[in-house]
């Protein structure tokens, strides 16, 4: 099945940004979407089709997606955007349509 | 508001089957055409997909947990349920239902989560 790659953790000073990246063959061709999940919580979805943010969720979130990298960007990240970020595809036409990445810690320092 | 919340046993024995509803409230779990399914997580590790559910009870499971794993809907009580059979110490984790949009591309709400160990 396909397979998505992140790294497993990211650390950020406050007010910086923070880069999360999502690997897989030509993800560029799939609609990528990112989910913020605190400790003890429920994952969130932050970012839906590569860049659309749902309602309420900070302008400071952004996406975007070419070739085999999906990216999450978080501008001037601050304490509350400590949490584990995961990327997920969906492909109607295989036998696993919902794969997820193996998440990223954001560590704000 | 849509909410969904899983219950069921929190500790089940190696072998035996793992048994989980998600009651659904704020929408019928019959409204076409969304989809409503299961996701794991074991303890410190990532996001695994199940098995799904749509349109009255048509089912579409994840290929490595096929075998193993069954997804159900009961209309009457809006709920639908999880049964993973012949578990072991690594089907431990937490349990969360959640429905994907209409589209059926990524899962827009979320329960709570529910978790399970499996220990004798």
């Known amino acids: 099945s396909y397979v998505l790659t992140q790294p497993p953790s990211v650390s950020v000073a406050p007010g910086k940004t923070a880069t999360i990246t999502c690997e897989g063959n030509n993800i560029g061709g799939k609609s990528v979407h990112w989910y913020q999940q605190k400790p003890g919580q429920a994952p969130v979805l932050v970012i839906s089709y590569d860049l659309d943010r749902p309602s309420g969720i900070p302008e400071r979130f952004s996406g975007s997606n070419s070739g085999n990298t999906a990216t999450l960007t978080i501008s001037g990240v601050d304490a509350g955007d400590e949490a584990d970020y995961y990327c997920q595809v969906w492909d109607s036409h295989t036998a696993h349509p919902y794969v997820f990445g193996g998440g990223t810690q954001v560590t704000v320092l | 508001q849509l909410q969904l919340q899983e219950s069921g046993p929190g500790l089940v024995k190696p072998s035996e089957t793992l048994s989980l509803t998600c009651t659904v409230s704020g929408a019928s779990i019959s409204t076409i055409p969304y989809h409503w399914g299961w996701i794991r997580q074991p303890p410190g590790k990532g996001l695994e997909w199940l098995g799904s559910l749509y349109n009255g009870g048509r089912t579409y499971y994840n290929p490595s947990l096929k075998s193993r794993v069954a997804v159900s809907v009961d209309t009457s009580k809006n709920q639908f349920s999880l049964k993973l059979t012949s578990v072991t110490a690594a089907d431990t984790g937490i349990y969360f239902c959640?429905?994907?949009?209409?589209?059926?591309?990524?899962?827009?709400?979320w329960g709570q989560g529910a978790l399970v160990t499996v220990s004798s």
């Open positions: 959640a429905r994907t949009t209409s589209t059926g591309s990524y899962f827009d709400y």
